[in-house]
């Protein structure tokens, strides 16, 4: 850390920890009164189509929408695996594929395998199934170093896509069509869940990601979400003061595994069409960038992240072509400049210990922390 | 559950094997020694930063656009064989090589100095590296995308591929003679110079032991500049080689694949250790053609995948172990 930094810190916190300490100073009442407006204005907003934010002409408002919810879930599942615990996964489409998949091979009429089960029922199937691709793939890799497990998750990546192009009953390019969705129809007869009207699909998404935020805030606050952070901040530490580093890493896998797949089945519903294309690892590293950009281990910040990755090109079409560059950049500029992304990592746990030390000796503590997201020069501010 | 529903998916054409077994055995050192050339490159840089470097397979791919645009320069014309006398042909093929070493080797150290330095003079975790390393391979290829589009650039080729002799009824072409002479003794060269030179003495000391070696009085930044020029060279040289073998393979994405093979390669002879790079570069080539010939074409990048996975599961270290520094824990 150097002496400016530490001038600056000491004149004024920086925007996030403000807005997080004015936060955490409101009671639960008032924390419920900030929020509920906001949800509601979220789920309002295919409605509201509000001028200076719509996509339209050149992007369906409502499907946008969808697309930026869809991939913030994505975000999510990616945020446990990359922000929580520190494993580096290139290959998250993998999962997102497979969930695709299976959602397809159950519902789709071009499927041998059809079941003639309500699309409510196929979910849960295609989230374990895609469970246990995560223990499948976690079991024997995990035990790698980090940066071997970057790329061995690339190559599973590249081997689910490939086995979508080769095995014959996958039907590769041809695909499946007529993917399976929610029951229901409206007023007039036709089907609420169509592929046009993505105002349905949002909504379900956004649904889908409250509780996902509810089971994964609960996660991290278990006994395992303190096991992860042990893990990222130093494994060989965790493995010595006695963390099953191993078991909880692929708890980790397998919790990004059910997300990716969840979010992966409700995208080939909402396509309703699912074949070979779109499963590259190109779309990983612009996963990895949505989760890097929010913020990695901040779930407000991935959301953010994943928003502004998916929105960003359907909102200003000039740039949609170089997206994927000014995404890359936008990784190393970060990188560089600001490791912990838009919004830092919460470090909930490390911030108590902290304030609980404070309030103990009447002094922050000395030692400068070093986490795997953030320099020390932020770790101290606690 | 899939296998049910269909069970012809997959076969094992051993007949097949059996009868393609020398030429693919040729075809796969002649490729191989293409990865072992990357390979070099991911080894070096892994054994003294300890790093990934996601990025050189783009280092790669933009030798193969810079020796690509000197033979267009050259008055390549795309379609067949340009008729050119023998010693055009040796002129053409070193004014290639220099392009395409100078603009890896230069781009190689330019990522470096853009992408790396900055992270190590901060002291960043490792992760922070890995996803540098990502997002710079990213950037050099929409950089191709976007310049050149998704379409492979039109075949330029150099030098018309004759049988010279045969081995075992195999036949071994001038191309893949050249590319498996001339990368071996490049690799030689690359071998003797980290294991004999002075400066190849600083790059085993960074690799074994970063703070004893500037204390000795190492230039440990001058030699990670090293590594990466090294590193790119080599790749210049197998962007050539590649083009030779496969001239319409000059796309913005071309180099991805090759990198994560050359990386299996690494790791399968035993990252670190540039004689494992050598090894673990030709027995994937050899086992990839082996793979293709047993399953089909389309299963060839699968076989890769799957070793890799299985080679870090039972030996991470590789077949020969990592020795860049000697004994690293």
Known sequence: MNAHQQAQTSVRAPFGQRVRDWWNGLNRFQQWGVLIPLVVLIYALPILNPPLLTTEPGTDFQIALFNAARFALIAIGLNVVVGQAGLLDLGYVGFFAVGAYVAAILTSPDSALRWDYPWIAIIPVAVVVTMATGVLLGAPTLRLRGDYLAIVTLGFGEIVRLLADNVTPLRGQRGFQDVGRPEGLNADGTAIFNSSDGTPWYWLVVTVIIIILIFVGNLERSRVGRAWVAIREDEDAAEIMGVPTFKFKIWAFTMGAAIGGLSGAIYAGQIGFVNNQKFDVVTSVLFLAAVVLGGSGNKVGVILGAFVISYVPDRFQAIAEYKYLIFGLALIVLMIFRPQGLLGSRQRLLAKGRQAYRKLLGRPEQIAKESAMIDSAKGVQG | ?329
């Open chain 2, 1 to 329: 559950m899939l296998a049910q529903a269909e069970d012809s998916w997959i076969d094992f054409n051993v007949g097949l094997f059996l009868d393609q077994f020398w030429s693919n055995t040729v075809d796969g050192l002649a490729y191989g020694s293409i990865y072992a050339l990357i390979a070099l490159g991911y080894t070096l840089v892994y054994g003294v930063l300890r790093l990934i470097n996601f990025a050189h397979s783009e280092i790669f791919i933009t030798g193969a656009f810079g020796a690509y645009f000197a033979m267009e320069a050259l008055g390549l014309k795309p379609g067949p064989t340009a008729r050119l006398g023998i010693l055009e042909i040796i002129g053409f093929l070193l004014l290639m090589m220099a392009v395409a070493m100078i603009i890896s080797g230069v781009s190689a150290v330019v990522l470096e100095r853009v992408a790396y330095r900055p992270l190590r003079k901060r002291n960043a975790p490792t992760l922070v590296f890995l996803i540098t390393a990502v997002g710079a391979s990213f950037v050099i290829q929409q950089l191709f995308f976007v310049s050149r589009g998704a379409n492979p650039e039109p075949a330029l080729r150099l030098i018309r591929p004759t049988e010279v002799f045969t081995v075992f009824g195999a036949r071994v072409t001038n191309i893949q003679l050249l590319v498996f002479v001339a990368a071996l003794l490049l690799l030689v060269v690359a071998d003797q110079f980290i294991n004999r030179s002075r400066l190849g003495r600083g790059v085993r000391a960074v690799a074994q032991d970063p703070v004893t070696a500037t204390l000795m009085g190492v230039n440990r930044e001058r030699v990670i500049m090293l590594t990466f020029l090294i590193g790119g060279v080599l790749a210049g040289a197998a962007a050539v080689f590649y083009l030779l073998q496969i001239p319409q393979g000059v796309v913005y994405n071309g180099g991805f694949l090759l990198g994560i093979k050359a990386f299996t390669a690494a790791v399968l002879g035993g990252i670190g250790n540039l004689r494992g790079a050598l090894l673990g570069g030709l027995l994937l080539g050899v086992v990839e053609n082996y793979g293709q010939s047993l399953l089909g074409g389309e299963w060839r990048d699968i076989v890769a995948f799957v070793l890799l996975i299985v080679i870090l599961m039972f030996r991470p270290t590789g077949i020969l172990g990592e020795s860049l520094g000697k004994a690293r824990v």
